[in-house]
Structure formats: structure tokens, C-alpha cells
């Protein structure tokens, strides 16, 4: 019986040490997955986001955005703003410059303050005014156009509204690395006649590659600050609008067969100053925006995210 419990103990014993000798190996080997190395240097993965566009392609984004407007240190005015801007390419020229056609087809705001309730519309002046933009596949803009420039008119939100397309200057860099872009100005004819005009500083992150809306995308994050200005005349007099703004936005642009912008979300912050006859106000006006572009319908790949196909895009994807 003590010959019994001899072995039995010896047995333990030995269970023990094997049990206790797996769980070193495997702490070291879990020690060794995860050790980082000081100063080791950081993997950089080289990603590409350009546009490609297509005679007749025809592209509809939902835009949603919200507002809120201080005159002269006054009470805040709200907005909600829904609208659908309709994208076309109309066609491309031997530079391979892209010639696109842009429509805002669907608009609808509601506006309150503390003061007054909601009040709701569903009409603008730049509601179907269709401007023209020649663009290259990085978005630098190289001609502009307005299909009646005799009607003076506004976007929804402001003279500098954020807008879709511009220029981000590279095609491919390296993920993680920063560029900067300056003195660039834009001649905003999308947002109102007369035109505004913004010049811009722009610094610019490859993100690398991600998932979104059904499509494979490059995100780019975008940090810009500029100066806008634009001139309206009433009656004997001008009456000229500036602004300092500060802008952050991430822009996705698909890679594959969808070379477009995919997603597009900007917040921006404008200090606004406007001059009428010697008149010069300048402290206490602010516009804040918070903006999102996303693609809804695509005609060329049969993409439409309103009717819930997002199996056609997943099967098409994988042929």
C-alpha cells in the first residue's frame, strides 16, 4: 500500500513539472510573439487614389449637413440640410482631363432657434442649376463653367459650403506620410453666383486602404485652412463677405473598378467679415458646418445603396 502511494505521489510529481514546464514554454513563446523592438522601424505600405471616370457615368451623393450661424454675436440659427447632388461626366479630353456636369436635385432644410420653432423648406435658388468643372485624376481644376450666369444664387449652406471635389495632388504615397499644398485656390462656381473664391492651405495623410459602403476605398485625412471672399452689388453700393476658416475632413476614394469619391465628411469652422460702403464688420460672425458626402447611386457598376443591393456589389466585387 505505501509502495502505492510512493508511486502515486511520484506520478504527481512528474505531471506537475510537465504542466508547469508547457506553461514556461508557451509565456515565452507568447513573450517572443509580442516583443517590440526599440526603434524598430515602421512598416510603410505604398497605397494609390485617383479618379477615373467614364463617358456617361452618373453618380448621386447624398449630402447631410448641419449648421449653426451667429450675426454679430446674436442667437444661433440651426440647420439641418438633406440634399442629392447628381455628378455626370460628360466627357473626356485627349488630356485625359475629366469634364464633369454637377447638379443639386434634391433639397430640404429646417431652421429654428432658441427663439422661434422649426420651420421646414423644401426650395432653394441653387436648387437644379447645373455648373461645369474640368478636373484632372487628382482633382486639380483646371476650367469652370455655369449653365446661366445672369441668375444670382447661393448653395443652401453659404458661399463656402464644402465641396467634393479638389485638388489632393499625388496618386500614390506612402501610408503614414504627410504632404502639404499651398497658395492652391479654388473658384467655387458649385456654390453661387457670383463666384466664390477660396485660396487654401492644405496638409494631407495617406490613411491607407478600408471597407466602406460595399466598396474598397483609400482614406485620405485632410487638415486645410484659407480665406474666402466673394462680392455681391445691391443697388449703388458692393458689398464684399470674407472668411478665415479651419477645416478637417476625411475623403475615401474607391480603388478597383470604382475610382470616385466613395465618402466624403468635412467639419469646418468660418469666421466671417463683410464690408458694406465704410461700413467693416468683423467680430461676431461664425458659420459652423459638419458635412457628409456619401455615393448612393452609381449607373456604371449598378450601384444603389437606396434599394438595399449591396449583395450585387458584393458578387460582383469577387468576379
Known amino acids: 500500500m505505501n509502495k502505492i502511494k510512493i508511486y502515486y505521489n511520484l506520478f504527481l510529481s512528474l505531471a506537475l513539472l510537465f504542466v508547469l514546464n508547457i506553461s514556461l514554454i508557451s509565456q515565452e513563446n507568447i513573450e517572443n510573439k509580442y516583443t517590440v523592438t526599440p526603434n524598430a522601424p515602421k512598416v510603410k505600405i505604398n497605397t494609390c487614389a485617383y479618379y477615373k471616370f467614364y463617358p456617361k457615368d452618373t453618380l448621386i451623393y447624398s449630402i447631410e449637413s448641419k449648421d449653426s450661424i451667429i450675426i454679430r454675436f446674436g442667437v444661433p440659427l440651426h440647420k439641418t440640410r438633406n440634399e442629392e447632388l447628381m455628378v ?123 471597407d466602406t459602403l460595399g466598396f474598397k476605398t483609400n482614406r485620405l485625412r485632410i487638415t486645410k485652412t484659407g480665406q474666402g471672399s466673394i462680392y455681391y452689388k445691391q443697388k449703388n453700393e458692393t458689398i464684399r463677405f470674407t472668411n478665415i476658416m479651419a477645416v478637417g475632413s476625411y475623403l475615401l476614394i474607391g480603388v478597383g473598378d470604382a475610382k ?31 458635412a457628409t458626402f456619401k455615393l448612393i447611386k452609381y449607373n456604371r457598376i449598378n450601384f444603389d ?5 449591396k449583395n450585387q456589389i458584393n458578387k460582383k466585387n469577387k468576379k
Request: proline share 3%; glycine share 6%; charged share 20%.
Open 305 to 309: 445603396i437606396t434599394t438595399n443591393n
Open 88 to 210: 455626370i461626366c460628360d466627357s473626356i479630353g485627349a488630356n485625359n482631363h475629366y469634364y464633369l456636369q454637377l447638379q443639386t436635385i434634391k433639397f430640404n432644410t429646417k431652421e429654428w432657434t432658441t427663439k422661434y420653432d422649426a420651420v421646414n423648406h423644401n426650395k432653394n435658388e441653387w436648387l437644379n442649376r447645373k455648373v461645369f468643372i474640368e478636373i484632372d485624376s487628382v482633382g486639380k481644376r483646371y476650367s469652370i463653367n455655369n449653365e446661366d450666369t445672369t441668375k444670382i444664387g447661393l448653395a443652401s449652406g453659404g458661399a463656402f459650403q464644402p465641396y467634393l471635389f479638389f485638388n489632393f495632388e499625388k496618386a500614390c504615397s506612402d501610408t503614414g506620410d504627410p504632404w502639404v499644398i499651398t497658395d492652391e485656390y479654388d473658384n467655387l462656381v458649385e456654390n453661387g453666383i457670383p463666384m466664390p473664391i477660396i485660396q487654401n492651405s492644405l496638409i494631407l495623410k495617406n490613411l491607407g486602404y478600408v
Open 260 to 290: 470616385v469619391p466613395i465618402f466624403f465628411h468635412q467639419e469646418q469652422d468660418q469666421k466671417i467679415h463683410y464690408k458694406s460702403g465704410k461700413t467693416f464688420k468683423e467680430k461676431g460672425n461664425n458659420h459652423y458646418t459638419d
